[in-house]
């Protein structure tokens, strides 16, 4: 049913669940090669205003992270999806 959802406040509880682990051990498809492995292999360039984050086979751009005293964007375009491991939940919600 088209109608049948709930507003992105529901997103509150699952996303900081995932934002609240360590995601350097997580694990990142290349939205450009296909190349998937650790967020932590990946290369980082701190000299930009901000983090770029490369693929270490084909040197796209994966990830942009730029952080302000109040705010953060995060910019993952180059990433498929992220493989994150998380406690394992007991609640079944
Ligand atoms: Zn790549």
Known sequence: MIDDYTDGNALAGP???IFA???SMAQG???H???HGMVAQMRVYDHAPG???RCPICEE????LV???DRAWLDMR???ALEIPMAARTDHA
């Open 29 to 31: 498809t290349c939205a």
């Open 78 to 80: 180059g990433v498929v």
């Open 21 to 23: 682990v360590d995601l």
């Open 51 to 53: 983090l770029v984050v």
């Open 33 to 35: 090669c296909g190349t």
């Open 15 to 17: 996303f900081m669940d």
């Open 61 to 64: 751009v994966t990830m942009r």
């Open 67 to 69: 952080r302000t005293p």
